[in-house]
Each structure stands twice: as structure tokens, then as C-alpha cells.
């Protein structure tokens, strides 16, 4: 089979899994392109990403471009005569870079598009309570996760899986289709297929702060798959009143029943025995939470915590 000359753009864990797949195929990288290095935490220590420490690990030539048309990196660039480009959770790329290589530039999008464009799709798919999703590979063009299809694969979402654990099947399973489709365009045995036209696709808008915040007025299962969609970044939180103060709290895990009441949607119900939080329906119950300048804990050390129940309640 021949060997494709790929040049690979790339940043997170999600894309070093799969830039680690198409180093240990038959093809060869000749380069790579990631964020530039950026300094962070209390000692403003300088972090690369894991796509430039897995190609530094293994001798790849790496670019850090600021501005993605700068001359003299689309020289070098061009000069690499790469096949194909290879794109996994990447940025915006101008024409003049996408329509380089002679093959185009294909992008991995965890999900199967049309459905769930945009800079969210795992969250969105849990949050949504899809019983499915998977990958795409696509060629780019000027509309975001627009381009025609080339490979889709499909995987179940487990019950009560939160978007960590996705991520990380996604991540394994993308690797493998990306390696597949390069595979497929070096045998010249792939027939790109325009996305389907849907007149209402679910999106997958990129999440701010003020998207994460859980609505107690909504059902108790839309409230849990928004906790299990979040999980465990950027992660749902809500807001305790402790007395005068307020603080973020931070939910990853929980379980939910359905039930009658008469209690305001956002009531609480907590002592040292246990902490609830009534909904539209029902009961919800934190497992993992953190509070605002603490750790990730269990509910029953949560608890622990506080001596005092009868001054606290949710600020909706």
C-alpha cells in the first residue's frame, strides 16, 4: 500500500491519540502544527501541548504559528510537499492553508455530522441523552464541519456515561478511523459524499460559564444528563447560600427518582445524612461534588464538612 506524507494539526490528548495512530501505520508525518507554548498555573510554568511533546518525543519537526497565513510558515509548510493534512481539534484554518497538499485536508469530528457541529459535540450528545454518536472524517472547506464525508463510524453511548468517558472510547475510535481513511485515500478506494441536508441539525455551540449552570426547574432526567454531559469539564455547578455568602458548586456525579411533592423546584433537603435538591419531578442527588475553593469529594465527606444545615440553601 503506499505510504501517504501527512502533515498533522493538532493540540489536545484527543488529537495526540490519533497523531500517535498515523506515526505507528505505514504513513509518514513530516510534520506537525500545534498552539504555541503558553505559560499557566501559580508558577506560570511553560506548557506545551501533547501533540508537540508526542512529535518532539519522536523527532517530528513541530510549528507553532501565531497567524496561520504568516509567509514564511506557509513556506515551510509547502516545502514539507506533504499528501494529505490530517486536522484533530484544531483551529480555523484559512483556504490558502487547507487547499495546500495536493490531496486536501481532512478533519476527525467526533460525531456523525450533520449532527452536532461545533466545538462541543461529546457534551452535547450526552446532554441530549443520545443512545448513539460517533466520528467522521471530512474534508475541509470554508463552512465549519460543513465539508464532504469520507468515513463515519458509529458507537453506543453507555446509560449514565458522562462525556469523560466518551471522550475517551471517541479518542480511541477516531485514531483508528483517521489511520482508515488515510489508508482509503492511498488506495484511491474512497468516494466522498456530501453531508446529508437536515433542516434542523443539532449543534454543538461551543461552552461558556454561564451554559454550565444546572436548572432545578427542569425534569430530573434532564437535569441528570446535563451533569453526566458536563463530567467532568467544564462540569455543571449551581450556586449554595451559606448564611450571607455564596459560593459555586461544582456537581460531576449524581442519581435521580421521580416522585410527587409539593417543594419549589431548587428546594434542598440536607443534613448530615444526605443532601437533596427537589426538581420539576422529582429528587436529585449529588454523589461527586466541589465546593468553591475545595477539592472533589463524596456527598457523605461534603456533609461532613458543615455543622450547621439550617443556613443553607440554592440561590436558583
Avoid: C
Avoid at 500500500?1 to 484527543?14: A, D, I, N
Avoid at 460559564?209 to 463530567?231: C, P, Y
Avoid at 477539592?295 to 440561590?315: A, E, S, Y
Amino acid at each position: 500500500m503506499k505510504s501517504l506524507k501527512v502533515v498533522f494539526l493538532g493540540t489536545p490528548e484527543f488529537a495526540k491519540t490519533s497523531l500517535e495512530a498515523i506515526h505507528q501505520s505505514h504513513h509518514q508525518v513530516v510534520g506537525v502544527v500545534t498552539v504555541a507554548d503558553k505559560a499557566s498555573g501559580r508558577g506560570q510554568k511553560i506548557h506545551q501541548s501533547p501533540v508537540k511533546v508526542y512529535a518532539s518525543e519522536h523527532n517530528i519537526p513541530v510549528f507553532q504559528p501565531e497567524k496561520l497565513r504568516n509567509p514564511e510558515f506557509l513556506a515551510e509548510l509547502k516545502g514539507l510537499d506533504a499528501d494529505v493534512f490530517v486536522v484533530v481539534a484544531f483551529r480555523m484554518m484559512p483556504k490558502v492553508l487547507f487547499e495546500m497538499p495536493e490531496m486536501g485536508t481532512f478533519n476527525l469530528h467526533a460525531s456523525l455530522l450533520p449532527d452536532y457541529r461545533g466545538a462541543a459535540p461529546i457534551n452535547y450528545a450526552v446532554i441530549n441523552g443520545e443512545e448513539k454518536t460517533g466520528a467522521t472524517t471530512f474534508f475541509i472547506n470554508e463552512k465549519i464541519d460543513e465539508g464532504n464525508i469520507l468515513l463515519q463510524e458509529e458507537i453506543a453511548i453507555l446509560p449514565d456515561e458522562n462525556a469523560g468517558s466518551l471522550h475517551d472510547r471517541l479518542m480511541e475510535m477516531g485514531s483508528h478511523l483517521v489511520v482508515k481513511t488515510l489508508d482509503a485515500l492511498a488506495q484511491n478506494s474512497i468516494e466522498e459524499q456530501p453531508q446529508p441536508q437536515v433542516e434542523h441539525p443539532k449543534n454543538a455551540y461551543k461552552i461558556f460559564k454561564e451554559d454550565t449552570r444546572i436548572n432545578w426547574h427542569a425534569s430530573s432526567k434532564t437535569i441528570h444528563q446535563f451533569v453526566l454531559g458536563m463530567s467532568p469539564y467544564p462540569a455543571a455547578f449551581t450556586t449554595l447560600k451559606i448564611g450571607e455568602e455564596e459560593k459555586g458548586l461544582k456537581i460531576f456525579k449524581g442519581t435521580y427518582e421521580l416522585s410527587d411533592h409539593e417543594k419549589q423546584s431548587g428546594a434542598l433537603d440536607i443534613s448530615k445524612n444526605g443532601f437533596k435538591i427537589y426538581t420539576q419531578d422529582g429528587v436529585y442527588y449529588p454523589e461527586e461534588l466541589q465546593l468553591e475553593g475545595k477539592k472533589r469529594m463524596t456527598v457523605k465527606d461534603f456533609l461532613n464538612g458543615f455543622r450547621n444545615f439550617d443556613n443553607i440553601t440554592l440561590r436558583d
